[in-house]
């Protein structure tokens, strides 16, 4: 399973807009040596992975630097309770824009859960060097670090404004792979041979959710999380020169050696890009005589952030490539006819290109390439004439252009109020069509025109024109509002469209996934929906004084476990009703899932959640409370949102399915086109954590690959503006 408190496999690393100014400061942890009465297999490696990380985070500037490890000099023991103490006092000394790496070396387990959070049943653990066996009947494994413990501490940290890198290379499986050779050893201890009791292991936990995901609160730094294997499967430390005498040094965790390797320069990739090109190097075995050996995951919220701090390097989104197999297909907005540039590394810088190639097949989540000229034109139903040969050396791709051939259609300008097409208002009409075609251009797309057949309707009223699919809700206009007039008109307008034209390439994209479900291969995740019904004598009547915190409050603290109804497709909501959404495996397996919400303001949001097992159901991203009145100003959003579950499987030895940080059209709009409230709506935490909830309190508030293996489930709702909520009320 993925983080929960703030951890549960290997790696957190949060780092803030500022942070080239601020401390970087690390607590290394590496564990070699276990009692003798624990029967815990001795590690090679984890003396030279800190010796490793603290000699690069030194070049980046980091003095101060706590080291509990055996063999390395001047360090403390790394006793369960040293650890939990060294990460305490850096939480004292860490404060807003800081940088705090934390890397844990050592062997891992599996124990079952506590918290009953786990949907696989079982908490993930690391191993001090004083672990010892369970005792008694507790079927705890002695000073072990529990996944929640260590998020506590990572935490804890984050609530100082502090950024956290943990990095975890350690395995967490229960497959009891303990043999070593003269080449590589797992780094996993077998449950069992700790006195760990699976048969107790429940299949099937309570139906109530108790987990204790990442709370995020305003001022708190961000994070993001690497994990040197899936929690099913093992890590591995390898020695660097098999051909050396067997010394000790030359023995190195095999994550840790291929991150720092991609570390171990004055260049500042983002964390996806260093990922992507640890990945990259594991399946190719560069320097380790072996491949396709252990599978990576990361999350978090800094994915498209540089690396320790460093100067952003442009920010190039590129996707592994294998051959002619490239690791990203529709659902990253790559369809069939889609040009692409090859470079050797995702680091590579973003000139270094070696090839062109086009998609002449794509999937859900793979495509496959051809060698065509630069000069290429890009169209999805006439490819371009193979060129050459793909560059052997190639391991990645950007996009390059788009097919043109792909099409949304708007509506012409129609008069809010009777629907009649705008004819009188010639420089409004032409302003919009301006601004549609350079969104065109920007996108990749191609525009229909339409007085009927249209996908979003563009009307006029009163010095503004709105977005939606249906711009009049009762007697109130719904959607996306863009107020004429003003400076860069025509440029904040195109922004709007480009925001538009990718909110609906995408909904296109998944509306297809979901009609190519097949009957005889059901989703093997359980989604559940729910929502809360606010009563209308706890809302603010129209007209009236408005504060939307007190409100929200005032109305969700009579929120109650079994208060809650099953949210049906089509149901009209209102001001703080409350959804939630959960999932729980169907069959055995580690599935990805990803939460995409578009809202009435055509924001994509994205929450993703790793879910393993089918023994607890997971919360699936933080509880959404609809607002057409939203905390801050021009905050009014009502009108239709759309709501998708992209399931997939986890496979081994390729990126997961993590859509955070890719598809997302919000976040550049500096202008209040965005509509961004996450940090307006703080004050409602405290009353959603009185409900075991926690995150975000709205979608946009927050923070072989083919269709038989991806599953698409959607959800559509309205939230109705008040003054119609309140006038259905009285009719009835």
Known sequence: MLLKSVVVFVCLFLVTNSVSQAEVRAVLVGVSDYTESSEIPDLQGPKNDVILMRDILAKRGADDVTILAHGVENAGEPTRQAILDALSEVSLRAGPDDLVYIHLSGHGTRQPDEGNDETDGLDEVFLPADTGKVQGETNRIQNALTDDEIGKSVQA???????????MDSCHSGSGLRATSQVSAVRNVDPQALGVDLSRVSASGPSTLNETSLETKEGMGRYIAFYATKSNDVAREVRVDPGADGEKSDWYGLFTSALAAQLDGAQSPTYRQVFQSVLSRLNRGAGFGAAVIQTPIWEGDLIDEPVLGGTHSGGVRRYLLNGDELDAGLVHG?????????????????????????????????????????????????????????????????????PRDRTIVFSPVLHWQDGAELTEDVATSNLVSQAMNDAAEIVGVTIGRSANNYQVQIALKTGSLWFAADTKLGSEPVGLEFKLGGEDEEKRLQAYFVRILKAELFAQTLENLDEGNAFLNPSPVDIEAEYFSTNLSDLTKPGTALDVRKECRRALAKARPGSFAILEDGTDLKQCDLLQFSAKGAREGQRDVNRIHIDAQYCINVAYELVEGTSEPRRIGGPMVMCSDCPGANAYSAGRERLYFLVSELHDNKEALNLTGLVENCSAYSDGAANNRS????????????LGEQGATRGNMSSGFGLSDVWSQSLRWRILPRKEAFARSDSE
């Open 679 to 690: 940090a307006e709506a703080s004050d409602l935490q405290s009353t959603l954590a009185k």
């Open 334 to 402: 790559l369809p069939v006819g889609t040009l692409m540039a090859l470079v050797g590394d995702v680091t590579d810088p973003p000139e270094a290109v070696l090839g062109y190639a086009q998609i002449e097949e794509a999937e859900a989540r793979r495509a496959f390439l051809r060698p065509v000229s630069g000069n290429c034109q890009p169209e999805s139903n006439h490819l371009c004439a193979r060129e050459g040969e793909l560059p052997e050396e190639a391991k990645a791709a950007q996009l390059e252009l788009h």
């Open 157 to 167: 940290i984050r609530l100082t404004g502090a950024d956290v890198w943990l990095v």
